[in-house]
């Protein structure tokens, strides 16, 4: 046996025991990678050449130094994807003939050890690890077969290159990109490697022009990576000669000039173009036409006027992607961009288009992402959509101007994702056809003349997380099949995505709860401009990437059909939607009970239900929702006491204003307000003396009640002042994720502890210290969770972090959780004082 090949047979703990490949003398070549090994040790004959155990998940390090020390006559060695940490031990005594070193994707620490730069080694990847230090001091000895060097996803911070860098004059594919470098890049040193293919630099803090040197001597290059930096300036005329490259990235950085036309233009191989957040003006190039190769073309971000040139695809155009978002263009969408017929995905969002979207634009057979959201773009959907195909995912025009009804065709669109259609004029129904669309995740009509019922056949979306219907003309009964769904989501469908939350907190004077956006190419501060942030009093921005909030199957997590006529009652299965998170109702002619279900909701954070006919008690159970931040029940017909539990209690009285029977905290007293009345006819009034004796008894009952909590009082604040305090001072880490408009922005804040028992807090120290968790206190808010600024009894200053999911943990574990954060010493991280449990959740 010469070859053993175990990849990917679920082999689990431990390697095989030695004795298994002690009886293989001859074996030259062991794949054992896309397992779970975790440990075990390997003893190999001076045959074996090749060793693969990548994708498992191994973590003791003596085990590499081992399997380097036995195999002398090793070529090729991988451990990447494994979980090793602590330094890197390595002698080269017994790989002198080692070709192959993979290490890439686990966790090692401290400096790079100048004997790992093997004179015989071809490929060293160290990617994605902790390796620290200054990349100018690292030997790279004579290298002088070294081909490709990967050490991206470090912290080599530096201002220099190491000159032994220059022996290694063999490389065809270097990444030095996310380790820290800046200063300038050393255009003198680099344009030494004549063979060098793949280049990048990205993600890096390098500043000034990009050297002419590197396009001196780019014969060979065929992918320049110099994204994410500051860099200034154009791509020199040198690059024109750079006849092999196939993709250029110079996305975010500060690059201005002419240099697409005066260079990119010429170059006749390139493929994929990208040039996004740059400075670059003046009209889209039309010579850029010139790279027929051209697959990608990324310009969005860019302060672009004008019109878009008509001449960009022909019938031989090879073009996938056009992205043009978040410029100053204007005039109508050429209908010749109809010609690119291998066009998949057309983004022109955020500009001034006008017009109708050409007939052959929605016929290409490829396209699956048309995005147009923020334009003045006129006309109607037409009727053919899908029907010759339905590789459509992800239809977004929202905020244009949009007419005509919703074509029926639209059910034939099988792969539809992503429909925002919000913002616009639309009349007409809700095609039923919807519920025809099994992969559907978002959908969005909100704030248009839409008018019907809403269909119970979107109850047959198994994998629709958000329905946004506000602001229409929508009659009828809510459909209780829209709870259908809760439970078969498969996670996953519209993962990676980017997009804005644009969450509205104005109260019942805003439309709807807010929208989800589509963020590509956007620059955050032309959507801060956008009119729809400043639609409401206030306003938050929440970015990032799409992701679910659970792990296995979920459910709807934002529902908002607020602002329109629909009538009867509020279904009671819509408490089982547990992973609900927005659910508003406001503004309808909704009647009946509020379901006694809505208990379940434990993960809604926004609950509208205003400006209904709903009747009957506010149901007791929703003091059991902790993550509840936003209540509005006003204007309703609603009786009795509001329930004391949870947070009930805590919002403003606006909240519950014009409900003619309501009464108790934050409203007037039952007992004082008249709710209350007496069961017995008045008698006489008591003797003048009888009721001073009461008067006298009650009085000194109070003085005592008084005393006795005085004394409780001090006697905590003397046991919390004998309670050694560990504070300290520290700015938060991090960037924060949300943004509010017309406050400063707020904080994302990490929490550590110390070696100290944690205080118990209670949820009542937490209401009382945070003003009952009110929009006052709050500082910051993220995907995980919100920040508030409180002041506890003893006067201490504090964050508390409200945690908005549901870990699922036990006591033990969160401890454990918390107690190996409170080990990580950094001065970004702050002190956690205590913790306090409310149900299954935590702050």
Known sequence: LETLDLSSNAISNHLPAQSFFSACNRLASVNLS?????????????????????RNQISNSALLNYSLSTCQNLKLLNFSDNKFTGTLGFSPLYCKNLIVLDLSCNLFSGSIPPSLMLNSLELLDLSHNNFSGKFSTLNFGQCSNLTQLSLSHNTLSDSGFPVSLRNCHLLEALDLSHIGLQGKIPGGLLGNFIKLKRLSLAFNLFTGEIPPELGQACGALEELDLSSNKLTGGLPSAFTSCSSLQLLNLGNNLLSGDFLSAVVSSLPNLRYLYVPYNNIS??????????????????????????????????????????????YLAGSVPMELGNCKNLRTLDLSFNGLNGPIPINIWNLPYLSELVMWANNITGEIPESICLSGGNLETLILNNNLISGSIPQSIGKCTNMIWVSLSGNKLTGEIPSGFGDLPKLAILQLGNNSLTGQIPPELGKCRSLIWLDLNSNDISGALPPELANQAGLVMPGGVSGKKFAFVRNEGGTACRGAGGLVEFEGIRPERLESFPMVHSCSSTRIYSGMTVYTFTNNGSMIYLDVSYNNLSGSIPENFGTMSYLQVLNLGHNKLSGNIPESFGSLKAIGVLDLSHNNLQGYLPGSLGTLSFLSDLDVSNNNLTGSIPTGGQLTTFP?????????????????????GHLTSLHPRN???????????????????????TLALYRVKKNQLKEEMREKYVESLPTSGSSIWKLSSVP????????????????????????????????????????GEVYKAQLRDGCVVAIKKLIHITGQGDREFMAEMETIGKIKHRNLVPLLGYCKVGEERL
């Open 282 to 327: 003046g009209s889209v190039p039309l010579s850029l036409t010139n790279c027929t190769q051209l697959q990608v073309l990324d310009l969005g971000s860019n302060a672009f006027k004008g019109s878009i040139p008509p001449g960009f695809c022909s019938s031989t155009s090879a073009l996938e992607k056009i992205l043009l978002a978040n410029n």
């Open 653 to 673: 009285a606006s909240r519950y204003d014009n409900n003619s029977g309501l009464c108790g905290v934050p409203l007037p007293s039952c007992a004082t307000g």
């Open 745 to 784: 922005e707020p904080l994302s804040i990490n929490i550590a502890t110390f070696e100290k028992p944690l205080r118990k807090l209670t949820f009542a120290h937490l209401l009382e210290a945070t003003n009952g968790f009110s929009a006052e206190s709050l500082i910051g808010s993220g995907g995980f």
């Open 34 to 54: 896309r397992n779970s090994i975790s440990g075990g040790s390997l003893m190999f004959g001076p045959s074996l050449l090749q060793l693969d155990l990548s």
């Open 684 to 706: 006489k009034k008591p003797p003048v003396a009888v009721v001073m004796v009461v008067g006298i008894t009650f009085f000194l009952l109070c003085i005592l009640g008084l």
